[in-house]
């Protein structure tokens, strides 16, 4: 299919008319409307008049802009993130908060395991507390090596941080 120049004038009025690309593609037939979108960027055919069916009606401005610019004065200030007061989300923050403070004891790097007990790859066992201590790449890297449960990796204390009952689990999940 060529541009003839009729096919072209026939084009340039439909698009003053208002036509969308789709609907001039369908009447001249034979092209697509990118094809029609090409020729029209070629062309440089501009200033479209209102198609019928549309009309310019003002927009409502979005509801979630002003929280949007809330929270990010709220991001950029240097006050501390507060929480939610109001609404359903309130109450699950302090759940989760809670829920949180009810959990087994969390590990504390400054752990002291005697040096006596303090295992090393070479010398843990199935009996010893394989819980790593430090970082790996240190020269004070060590394993806890206290004694562990049976049938467990790690000693009582450790396996209360490692392992967290099912119902604790599906509770802070929902």
């Keep these: 299919m060529s541009w003839t120049d009729e096919r ?6 439909l698009w003053a ?9 369908t ?3 034979g092209v697509t409307r990118n094809a029609v ?26 509801a979630n802009a002003a929280a949007k610019s809330a929270s990010h004065a709220d991001a950029t200030s240097s006050a501390p993130r507060r929480p939610q007061t109001m609404g359903a989300t309130a109450l ?7 829920a949180q403070a009810a ?5 504390k790097d400054d752990v002291v395991v005697p040096i006596s007990k303090r295992a090393s790859i070479l010398t843990i066992n199935e009996q010893t507390c394989k819980w790593p201590i430090g970082d790996p790449g240190g020269n004070d890297f ?23 009952p ?3 689990r599906r509770r802070r999940a929902s």
């Design 103 to 107: 959990i087994a004891p969390q590990p």
């Design 17 to 25: 008319d208002g036509l969308s690309a789709s609907q001039i593609a």
């Design 166 to 168: 099912a119902s604790d």
């Design 37 to 62: 979108i090409g020729k029209v960027h070629r062309l440089g055919l501009s200033g479209r008049a209102k198609s019928p069916g549309t009309s310019a009606r003002p927009r409502k401005p979005r």
């Design 8 to 13: 072209v004038a026939l084009l340039s009025k």
């Design 27 to 29: 009447q001249l037939g």
């Design 92 to 98: 699950k923050f302090e759940a989760e908060i809670e």
């Design 142 to 164: 060590h394993f806890c090596g206290h004694d562990s449960k049976e049938g467990a990796p790690y000693c009582t204390y450790h396996c209360k941080v490692a392992y967290q």
